[in-house]
């Protein structure tokens, strides 16, 4: 057993999806350390092209700026990508949205919006990716990695109802999705992070002290936490793990 090897992705390549910010940029710069070669996309280009060239400190980082939110612009990524790589080792499928309002003033929009990106997006993406995915799938195994949430598991007192319908719909998918992969050598997962410092969470951003305080471990979600998740799952240590989610949360669903 050679256990030095086991969280290697050296000589893999890797897609993530809203990685210029928050979560998708922790994965990214977790990837890199490991060795991989890690193309990042977000809508908006600019911010996904001073991320690349920040993280290219830590090997090769490539942008690819695209919006994923509807079906021509996540083939329109599968295209950019096909322009650098022949394969896909690991998918990771982070782009996200969130929409807050009361019951009674829910919009259509903000559904459809959040449903369509969180829910919709990580399977079409994946379907346009999969003969990339079964092309790396030769010595060693694909993986695709599904970023749903603790929100999707627990019910928390804000009135977010189409991102806590899709982050939980996203985990059941992430089993059915996993049924069907495995027969292609593609190990599907997910991960259900808590509060981590990021655009999308503020509170956890501007408001560490007051969220650590209900948070078990003590503290918020440090960015070694979620790449450290990420690459396990996406490593030969993780190649067991098939349509599971990892929450990583500092025990937070627990005491909910």
Not at 167 to 178: C, D, F, P, S, V
Not at 190 to 196: K, L, M, N, S, V
Not at 239 to 250: A, E, H, K
Request: aromatic share 6%; charged share 20%; glycine share 8%.
């Amino acid at each position: 057993m050679d256990t030095t090897r086991l969280f290697s992705l050296e000589g893999r390549t890797a897609l993530i999806t809203g990685g210029s910010r928050g979560i998708g940029r922790m994965i990214a710069e977790g990837f890199l350390a490991q060795g991989a070669r890690v193309y990042i996309s977000a809508r908006k280009a600019a911010a996904c092209d001073q991320t690349a060239k920040e993280l290219s400190a830590f090997g090769h980082c490539v942008s690819l700026p695209a919006d994923v939110s509807t079906l021509e612009g996540a083939q329109a990524l599968v295209a950019a990508y096909a322009k650098h790589e022949g394969s896909l080792d690991i998918l990771v499928n982070n782009a996200g949205a969130a929409w807050g309002a009361p019951y009674d003033d829910f919009p259509e929009s903000g559904w459809d919006k959040v449903v369509d990106l969180n829910l919709k997006t990580p399977f079409f993406l994946t379907q346009a990716l999969t003969p990339m995915l079964k092309k790396a799938a030769t010595d060693h195994l694909a993986k695709v990695i599904n970023i749903a949430s603790i929100d999707g598991i627990s019910v928390n007192p804000q009135e977010t109802y189409s991102y806590a319908a899709s982050k939980a719909g996203l985990i059941q998918l992430t089993r059915r999705m996993a049924l069907r992969l495995a027969q292609d050598r593609i190990v599907v997962s997910a991960i259900a992070p808590g509060a981590f410092a990021s655009d999308m969470n503020k509170d956890a951003r501007d408001h560490g002290d007051e969220v650590k305080a209900r948070i078990p471990a003590g503290r918020i979600g440090e960015p070694e936490d979620m790449a450290a998740a990420a690459i396990y799952l996406a490593s030969r240590a993780g190649d067991y793990v098939m349509g599971s989610t990892l929450v990583v949360d500092g025990g937070v669903t627990h005491a909910r």
